[in-house]
């Protein structure tokens, strides 16, 4: 899958911009491995990086297993994601990046330099794919972000238009048109003026629809990361240890994140290019799926994609 995503992104993407393609790994990569996947792309480089649980946490609250199935080891990844790697590109000198896993795949050319897109847009954060998240991964979540917000005098951007009525609609509900639109925006700005001029009424714990992006691609401009409130929340969040004891994931921590403190004019959605990251469970689609870009729908990957699994993704993504 590494080499299937490496070969797609030099097709597609960088081969024509030439960007530094930073593989981070633990020691599982020999030399002659490094060699193999490069194929002569100078552009790519191995990083070896070394997970421990944080000393601050109690080792003996962690479950070796979170819900009998996640190791450690995906629960480290969590927190690469959630907070490290930002600290980790910012030491190296970069000011932007943008992520791929080793089964997100580009399939169709861009042909336009996406930082520099972002850049002369105005933008800090981009995605490609809206994503409602599991429950059994954010349970205890968004009241412990709500009480930092209270606790801290924060009034957040949009994080709060995901709650109220909005959680209970449909998936056509957030496409916000007509009447659903207008019920919508008013229960919205219920909640949200509640909150931010009464600071002791909140939303109950289950009113929170679980919806941000889904960041096995994202791009962002670091120093968005570094700014002290950003950090703080950031570092609030590691101390409870709610990655490794509740498996709280990235995307909910980077989508609370972006939502509590960016404006939406900082946050792009590209809806130009075909992506696909999907999660299979004996063999049927289980999360995820494949995203045409805009006027790609008879991209042979998604016509093939559609014909082995029945769909273009799971119900519950766009």
Same mark, same amino acid.
């Given at each position: 899958?590494?080499?299937?995503? #490496?070969?797609?992104?030099?097709?597609?993407?960088?081969?024509?911009?030439?960007?530094? *393609?930073?593989?981070?790994? =633990?020691? &599982?990569?020999?030399?002659? &491995?490094?060699? /193999?996947?490069?194929?002569?792309?100078? =552009?790519?480089?191995?990083?070896? *990086?070394?997970?421990?649980?944080?000393?601050?946490?109690?080792?003996?609250?962690? $479950?070796?297993?979170?819900?009998?199935?996640?190791?450690?080891?995906?629960?480290?990844?969590?927190?690469?994601? @959630?907070?490290? #790697?930002?600290?980790?590109?910012?030491?190296?000198?970069? /000011?932007?990046?943008?992520? #791929?896993?080793?089964?997100?795949?580009?399939?169709?050319?861009?042909?336009?330099?996406?930082?520099?897109?972002?850049?002369?847009?105005?933008?800090?954060?981009?995605?490609?794919?809206? *994503?409602?998240?599991?429950?059994?991964?954010?349970?205890?979540?968004?009241?412990?972000?709500?009480?930092?917000?209270?606790?801290?005098?924060?009034? $957040?951007?949009?994080?709060? /238009?995901?709650?109220?009525?909005? +959680?209970?609609?449909?998936?056509?509900?957030?496409?916000?048109?007509?009447?659903?639109?207008?019920?919508?925006?008013?229960?919205?700005?219920?909640?949200?003026?509640?909150?931010?001029? /009464?600071?002791?009424?909140?939303?109950?714990?289950?009113?929170?629809?679980?919806?941000?992006?889904?960041?096995?691609?994202?791009?962002?401009?670091?120093?968005?990361?570094?700014?002290? =409130?950003?950090?703080?929340?950031?570092?609030?969040?590691?101390?409870?240890?709610?990655?490794?004891?509740?498996?709280?994931?990235?995307?909910?921590?980077?989508? @609370? @994140?972006?939502?509590?403190?960016?404006? $939406? +004019?900082?946050?792009?959605?590209?809806?130009?290019?075909?992506?696909?990251?999907?999660?299979?469970?004996?063999?049927?689609?289980?999360?995820?799926?494949?995203?045409?870009?805009?006027?790609?729908? =008879?991209? $042979?990957?998604?016509? @093939?994609?559609?014909?082995?699994?029945?769909?273009?993704?799971? +119900?519950?993504?766009?």
């Amino acid at each position: 899958m590494l080499e299937k995503s #490496l070969d797609l992104l030099f097709k597609n993407y960088n081969n024509q911009f030439r960007h530094k *393609v930073l593989i981070f790994h =633990e020691g &599982d990569f020999k030399n002659q &491995d490094q060699e /193999d996947i490069k194929k002569g792309r100078e =552009e790519i480089e191995f990083h070896e *990086v070394q997970f421990e649980i944080p000393s601050f946490l109690n080792r003996n609250e962690i $479950p070796e297993k979170w819900d009998g199935i996640f190791g450690i080891g995906n629960r480290h990844m969590i927190r690469f994601y @959630a907070l490290q #790697l930002f600290d980790i590109l910012n030491d190296m000198g970069y /000011d932007w990046f943008f992520r #791929l896993d080793d089964d997100s795949f580009i399939h169709s050319r861009i042909n336009y330099n996406l930082f520099e897109y972002m850049n002369q847009n105005g933008y800090d954060y981009g995605y490609r794919v809206d *994503v409602k998240d599991a429950q059994r991964t954010c349970f205890g979540f968004s009241e412990m972000v709500l009480a930092y917000l209270k606790a801290e005098r924060i009034k $957040p951007h949009t994080f709060l /238009d995901n709650f109220g009525e909005s +959680s209970k609609l449909n998936n056509e509900a957030f496409g916000m048109k007509g009447k659903i639109k207008r019920k919508l925006t008013k229960v919205i700005d219920t909640v949200a003026d509640k909150i931010n001029h /009464d600071l002791n009424n909140w939303p109950v714990s289950m009113e929170w629809n679980r919806w941000g992006y889904y960041n096995n691609f994202f791009i962002t401009r670091i120093g968005f990361w570094h700014q002290m =409130e950003v950090q703080s929340f950031l570092h609030f969040l590691d101390r409870v240890g709610g990655g490794y004891k509740y498996r709280w994931t990235d995307l909910i921590v980077q989508t @609370a @994140a972006v939502q509590i403190f960016l404006p $939406p +004019s900082k946050i792009h959605k590209f809806k130009d290019w075909t992506y696909e990251h999907a999660t299979f469970k004996n063999n049927k689609l289980d999360f995820g799926g494949i995203y045409p870009g805009e006027g790609d729908e =008879e991209n $042979p990957e998604v016509i @093939a994609f559609q014909k082995q699994f029945g769909k273009l993704r799971t +119900s519950n993504s766009y």
